[in-house]
């Protein structure tokens, strides 16, 4: 998630938890400590020019419920040795940091990108993905109820605002979930009479709400994707077909690095050749033909691919545009079309934006 929803869900927490006398002070404690795992891009950075390793180590052990619990005792143990508020009111304070810190991944894990909550493990990171990495309907509640906690002070009703911001944020979440689910229903039922009822699929709402989602379904030669408004959309939902160089990927399959893409992003890429080299992109966060993370794995030397220290690639699209036709799209059912229209659309896709962390 985005980090001011971060700052802001650690300096709520704690705010909340903590002594009334104590809550401007908890407010900035919990909002460092809620921005803090995230601070793991920096000693990523320091190790490895790899952006696939800096993807995929990004949320991994500073994100992990096994290490989080620990980290936070050993920081409410140092500031209690140092005596004022946190000898005060040790107890409070305890929970005050742990709860702070283990919100962080939590909420990560709502998104798409992927969050290692079971580091060392190897577990496939989680991705409920009921909400984009920035919904500033989830951070506004946030928002109010720690600048009304602020400026109130002791007062007791600075500590009701918080848990109202609190209440209101959670309860966006499970209303995205709500969404998710009936996203996902239709979705399986559409797949369905397309004979891809068990084809690997993932939802994700598109940038800045939860009323507009988008369908990912791999197929034996790439993908199909599709868009469902819970406002605009009736009866089936309609996919487009793309295509995927799934004959290259598989040459390339058991490199390093895809084995490592495959595990993070759990086998969804989409592989096109371009210029001699081959791009992996993530399909998760982005639409055709825009995706946030593509990668060069391999040179084509003639005849065979050949391995190569991996890339990562960006060309230009209009954000602009496409966030003024997702917004119509939330409110425009989209136009019957033929779904076997994918050579068409392959090459300008449909309009969409992404941005992630």
């Known amino acids: 998630m985005d980090s001011l929803s971060q700052i802001l869900l650690g300096g709520a927490v704690a705010a909340a938890i903590a002594p009334a006398g104590h809550r401007r002070a908890a407010l900035l404690a919990g909002a460092a400590l809620g921005t803090l795992p995230d601070l793991d891009v920096i000693p990523i950075s320091l190790l490895t020019d790899d952006p696939i390793d800096r993807m995929t180590w990004h949320r991994g052990v500073s994100h992990s419920l096994l290490v989080l619990p620990f980290l936070a005792w050993a920081i409410w143990a140092w500031c209690r040795s140092r005596g004022k508020r946190v000898a005060e009111s040790p107890a409070r304070w305890f929970w005050a940091i742990q709860l702070a810190l283990l919100t962080h991944p939590l909420l990560d894990a709502f998104t798409v990108y992927g ?24 951070t506004v509640w946030l928002l109010l109820g720690c600048v009304a906690a602020w400026l109130a002070r002791e007062r007791r009703w600075g500590r009701q605002a918080l848990l109202a911001g609190l209440a209101a944020s959670t309860l966006y979440l499970g209303a995205s979930q709500l969404a998710k689910f009936q996203v996902e229903r239709e979705a399986e039922r559409s797949l369905a009479a397309l004979n891809l009822q068990d084809a690997p699929r993932f939802s994700v709402p598109m940038p800045f709400n939860i009323l507009l989602w988008r369908v990912v379904a791999m197929t034996p030669e790439g993908f199909v994707e599709g868009e469902r408004s819970l406002v605009a959309d009736e009866g089936p939902m309609r996919f487009r077909e793309y295509p995927s160089d799934v004959q290259a990927l598989g040459e390339v399959f058991d490199y390093p690095a895809v084995r490592r893409l495959r595990w993070f992003n759990r086998g969804f890429m989409k592989a096109e050749r371009r210029d001699g080299l081959l791009v992996l992109s993530d399909l998760r966060m982005g639409a055709e033909p825009d ?62 934006i992404n941005a992630s962390k």
């Not at 040179?299 to 699209?317: C, F, K």
């Open 115 to 138: 969050t290692q909550l079971l580091w060392p493990f190897s577990a496939k990171p989680v991705m409920w993905s009921s909400v984009f990495i920035i919904d500033p309907l989830y």
């Open 291 to 352: 995706y946030s993370f593509r990668f060069v794995v391999a040179e084509h030397d003639g005849s065979a691919w050949r391995e190569v220290a991996p890339t990562q690639m960006e060309w230009p699209w209009e954000a602009s545009d496409r966030l003024a036709a997702m917004w119509r799209r939330i409110w425009t059912p989209e136009p019957a079309r033929p779904t076997a229209q994918a050579a068409a659309d392959s090459a300008g896709g449909s309009p969409a």
